[in-house]
């Protein structure tokens, strides 16, 4: 089986269920989820729980009994973490990002049970299973009346989201990046409303608001993350901030349009790769 270490917020515990569907496909192993080793119950710092509970996944969640010899605090399995990366690739008991060689990244097939830890945000780790992700991304029940009624909005005219990501967070993009993207898409698309999600109003509003026809949905108490992230996958045209949740809602909307438009900052700050079918912007940071 395999066993795929879940962290982080929403968009990081997509990309780990992605890599680790990938190698239960290849190997033809089933697929489970260890959220015992993680810090949801005994407090992220960030307050990040479980999120991909509302997904039709074809993982189970593993008994903690079971993954209880893959504590950070066990010495043996320190040990056994050493002593797997000096096995070849397929007969590591574990994996780990960064001893993974880029030229792998594609066919990582494992031979028997295989635990997996790392962020893996790169979609050559799983490019050759990407339907069937797409397929297990969708949602169990469907979203209210209000957030339905929002979707309806990107269709009747030509809209485009733009996400920002701010708060609690080092890589701030400077607006001359959104600036540029918003530019574009008016002159060379022909959109002419922009739907903004993000965690900082006040910032949207006094940069963004100056250059076109915004409608801010920041981080309104009554939708959740996941109503964001499946409100964002309904554009054919979007902005998106160095962030792995509004990569995810580009890389869902590029998938369910064929002739989708997403733009990507050219920095993120940190070891994520944009999809192929991004297209990337230069853009830098704010100084710290």
């Not at 700050?269 to 853009?283: D, E, H, K, V």
């Amino acid at each position: 089986m395999i066993i795929s270490r879940v962290e982080g917020g929403l968009g990081n515990q997509m990309f780990i269920y992605a890599m680790g569907l990938a190698l239960s496909l290849r190997s033809q192993q089933s697929l489970m989820l260890d959220i015992s080793n993680s810090n949801y119950e005994s407090g992220d710092r960030f307050g990040r729980t479980f999120r991909l509970d509302q997904f039709c996944l074809r993982a189970t969640i593993a008994d903690p009994t079971l993954v209880g010899q893959y504590s950070r605090s066990s010495r043996y399995f320190y040990w056994r973490r050493k002593l797997s990366n000096y096995l070849p690739i397929s007969r590591r008991p574990i994996i780990e990002e960064p001893r993974v060689n880029p030229l792998h990244r594609h066919s990582i097939s494992p031979q028997g049970t295989t635990y997996v830890i790392g962020y893996w945000q790169d979609e050559a780790f799983f490019a050759d299973c990407q339907e069937n992700i797409y397929l297990d991304f969708t949602y169990k029940k469907p979203f209210s009346e209000t957030t339905q009624a929002l979707a309806n909005l990107t269709h009747s005219e030509r809209t485009a989201f733009i996400h920002v990501r701010r708060r609690d967070y080092p890589f701030r993009l400077t607006i001359n990046y959104y600036r540029a993207a918003i530019t574009k898409l008016q002159r060379e698309y022909q959109v002419t409303k922009f739907f903004v999600f993000g965690d900082d109003p006040a910032w949207t509003q006094q940069h963004l608001f100056p250059l076109g026809n915004m409608q801010f949905l920041d981080q309104a108490n009554s939708r959740s993350e996941h109503e964001d992230l499946w409100l964002m996958a309904q554009f054919r045209f979007g902005i998106i901030a160095n962030s792995s949740f509004s990569w995810w809602a580009a890389w869902l909307a590029a998938k369910r349009y064929p002739d989708a438009l997403m733009i990507c900052p050219s920095t993120w700050g940190y070891l994520t790769n944009p999809s192929r079918r991004f297209q990337q912007l230069a853009s830098q940071f704010e100084p710290a």
